[in-house]
């Protein structure tokens, strides 16, 4: 079974610093996608960037990216510039790809609570 | 442009009682799921659905019964609530083949069992 680990229960960051969120992975597959969600206060989940395991290239979405390591099963969040409106919990999240396996869901890890400071 | 969406957004019941979670989605989404998020333990998965009429167990199913009779609804029970079922519940939905991939959220239903 896979397993979503985030080791960073909180982290704060001040307006526009930047501030990396860490998340590893467990996964005997080659095919999966990877994603960060943003739980803001009003609990509404958002997908923040997703990233499929066959592309070397790191996803990038504006303001956020992230550092894809395969074969260190890790996949962390760089958040630059950061706003009062980045301030929310964030999950990472894995899918497997193979059909017949376990692609019907999302496993997540426990989240990270970002603070940010004016 | 509703996407997914729970009713209720707020509930209270007493142990013992039974109550029904509803969610609707309209993109024709094949999977839809149910999770429920509790501090500290992120979202755990407790029942899903590949398609209408098809079922099964998530990673916390105990206490909880579900159907999905039209593909566009999957619906949550309860039949005695307990204190430990205290929870923010979430329906997603996503497609099956795994194009497009990401799962859609609700907005949550927060449940307090006294």
């Known amino acids: 079974a896979q397993t979503v680990t985030q080791s960073q229960p909180e982290m704060s960051v001040q307006e526009a610093e930047t501030v990396t969120l860490s998340c590893t992975y467990d996964t005997s597959e080659s095919d999966y996608y990877l994603f960060w969600y943003k739980q803001p206060p009003s609990r509404q989940m958002i997908l923040v960037i997703r990233?499929?395991?066959?592309?070397?290239q790191n996803a990038t979405e504006n303001r956020f990216s992230v550092n894809f390591q395969k074969a260190a099963k890790s996949f962390s969040l760089k958040i630059s510039d950061s706003q009062l409106g980045d301030a929310a919990m964030y999950f990472c999240a894995y899918r497997s790809l193979n059909s017949g396996g376990s692609n019907y869901k999302l496993t997540f890890g426990k989240g990270t609570l970002l603070t940010v400071n004016p | 442009n509703a996407g997914v969406t729970q009713t209720p957004k707020f509930r209270v019941l007493k142990t013992g009682q039974s109550m029904t979670l509803l969610c609707a989605q309209d993109m024709n989404h094949e999977y839809m799921y149910w999770y429920r998020q509790d501090p500290g333990m992120g979202l755990r998965l407790i029942h899903y659905?590949?398609?209408?009429?098809?079922?099964a167990k998530g990673e916390v199913p105990d206490g909880y019964n579900v159907s999905r009779l039209k593909k566009q609804n999957f619906l949550l029970g309860l039949e005695s609530a307990a204190p430990s079922q205290t929870s923010v519940y979430f329906c997603?939905?996503?497609?099956?083949?795994?194009?497009?991939?990401?799962?859609?959220f609700g907005q949550g239903t927060r449940l307090t069992v006294v």
């Open positions: 990233q499929e395991a066959y592309k070397q």
């Open positions: 659905s590949v398609g209408e009429g098809t079922t």
């Open positions: 997603a939905s996503s497609y099956g083949r795994p194009s497009g991939t990401e799962a859609f």
